[in-house]
């Protein structure tokens, strides 16, 4: 009963929400400004749409091709580790949803590839973020404690658990080989010493600015095209409303810079950032995007299954009044939705085989059959 029928019923509601948009912006505005965007025109959604945002290089770190490539080595290489084993792929793997397929991740010294199968004495305190679609968020980390990319990148290396290198060891040792000089001054041109931690910083970033997934079936979907869904995500996607999911996990990117907490824990969360008793234990709300491959999900990996997730999620939304509780079967279709209408791996980055340190590209695990 919650199905196709009261989905197709909803274009009215989507067509108020425009009509409502347009009068809002038409009132607002005087007659020089700028046309509004185009009204949507797509099938039926069970909220109001909007675009899929830009993404915006800082004008600092203006994007190349070759800081994309620079970037992209330098993700891989573990010349960033004090073990020369580590890199920052061994914990945000493109085989593994952007993250590590581990509950909590392990850092320098560990053994065995990207995936369930490593261990080692270095384990983080929280599970990996995926970095997909990174480039468009304004706080980053679960506690949302980094404001940029580029004031992110080399934090991994200052954490003894993670990469454990002081990033000016890092650049020496890059600038020590004769490859990479070559390649930072392609990516920094007319810079009198372009091998700098800063520079490092900044072609990561710029690399991670390249991981993008808006070609998934429901971007397809509300782009015209009404048989990118099939009935059953129709259905999971219209409970995904019902059930209250899209007031934090905000289409079209499914996460926002709200906090919430929902989950047991003793991790004090956001509290460490705002110091408010009232952020104990409440995280930053992630992106549903590409989540097929990246679980164990929640910030200390406490569900093995996205099913597990959704459902812990909707019990959660239920009992606080976010939404109609979800029935196992609905369960399923709202994961089969996630799943399959939020997966895009079109753009997923190449695996070098051989990095300009001359290291081993740390492994990666099992390629899940899918
Ligand atoms: C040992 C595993 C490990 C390594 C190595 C590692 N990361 Fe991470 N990364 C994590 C974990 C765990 C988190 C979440 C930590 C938190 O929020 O407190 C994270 C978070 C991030 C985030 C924030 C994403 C978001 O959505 O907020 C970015 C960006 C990131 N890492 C990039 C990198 C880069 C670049 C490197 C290499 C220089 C790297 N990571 C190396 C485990 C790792
Ligand atoms: C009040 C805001 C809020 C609502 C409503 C909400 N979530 Fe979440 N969701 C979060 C936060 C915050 C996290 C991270 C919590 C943590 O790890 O401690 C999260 C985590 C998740 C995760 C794990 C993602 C990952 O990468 O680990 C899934 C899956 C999820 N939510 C699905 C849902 C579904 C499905 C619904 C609707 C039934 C829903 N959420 C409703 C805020 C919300």
Sequence with gaps: MFGLGSLRSLPALGAFAVALAGALAVSGCDEESEPGPEPYEGPPLPWAYEPFPAVVHPS????????????????????????????????????????DGLG???????????????SGPNVATRNALTLWNAALRRELFWDGRAASLEEQALQPLEQALELDLDPEEAASRIAAIP???????????????????????????????????????????????????????????????EAGCATCHVPPLFESNRYAARVE????????????????????????????????????????????????????AAREGEGRALTWA?????????????????????????????????????????
């Design 60 to 99: 600092d770190n203006p994007s190349s091709s070759e800081k994309v490539e620079l970037g992209r080595l330098l993700f891989y290489d573990p010349i960033l580790s004090r073990d020369e084993a580590t890199a920052c792929a061994t914990c945000h793997s493109e085989q593994w949803g952007m993250s």
């Design 104 to 118: 909590v991740s392990i850092g320098v010294d560990g053994e065995g590839p990207t995936g369930p199968g490593r």
């Design 179 to 241: 490859a990479y000089v070559e390649l930072f001054e392609a990516a920094f041109p007319g810079e009198a010493q372009p091998v700098t931690s800063d520079n490092v910083a900044r072609a990561l970033s710029t690399f991670e600015r390249s991981l993008l997934s808006n070609r998934a079936p429901y971007d397809r979907y509300v782009d015209g095209d009404e048989g990118a869904l099939s009935d059953e995500q129709l259905e999971g996607m219209q409970l995904f409303a």
């Design 265 to 316: 824990t003793d991790d004090e969360g956001r509290m460490a950032v705002t110091a408010a008793a009232a952020d104990r234990g409440a995280f930053r709300v992630p992106t549903l995007r590409n989540l097929r491959e990246s679980g164990p999900y929640f910030h200390d990996g406490s569900s093995e299954t996205l099913e597990e997730a959704v459902w812990r999620e909707a019990d959660v």
């Design 330 to 370: 609905e369960v399923d279709l709202v994961a089969l939705f996630l799943k399959k209408a939020l997966m895009d791996r079109s753009r997923e980055p190449e695996r070098p085989d051989e990095v300009p340190s001359g290291l081993d590209v740390p492994l990666d695990g099992l390629r899940i059959p899918r």
